[in-house]
């Protein structure tokens, strides 16, 4: 189980450091453009780059089943944004894509912690 919760914290923190590091790149993936203001590379830097960052190094820093339980839960809630994507914005390979390694990583984070962190 902590080899798992480990995977799920770096995962967090090798697609956050694309997003933080390499805006553009991820712009550019998630078919996205900047615009004159640069508030488009700032905010994939911070809510899909540092914040993915973040979750995963508190997780490894606190090391418990409560800290891996948020992780899922904020995995979880990029899976509902996606699959609100794919209710209201139509669907895509690349969106099912991404929403289901969004769920594989949030329930799996759950099922693995949660009952632990009650």
Known sequence: MDIINIIFALASIGLGLFGWLA?????????????????????????AGALFVGMGA????LGGPVA????????LGAALGRATSLGLDGRTRKKWTFFGVEALVG????????????
């Open 23 to 47: 805006p553009r790149y991820t712009l550019e993936t998630l078919d996205l453009q900047a615009g004159p203001s640069g508030m488009g590379p700032s905010e994939i830097r911070a809510s």
């Open 58 to 61: 508190g997780a490894l820093l």
């Open 68 to 75: 891996y339980a948020m992780l899922g839960f904020c995995w």
């Open 107 to 118: 329930l799996g984070a759950l099922a693995l912690n949660l009952p632990l962190a009650m």
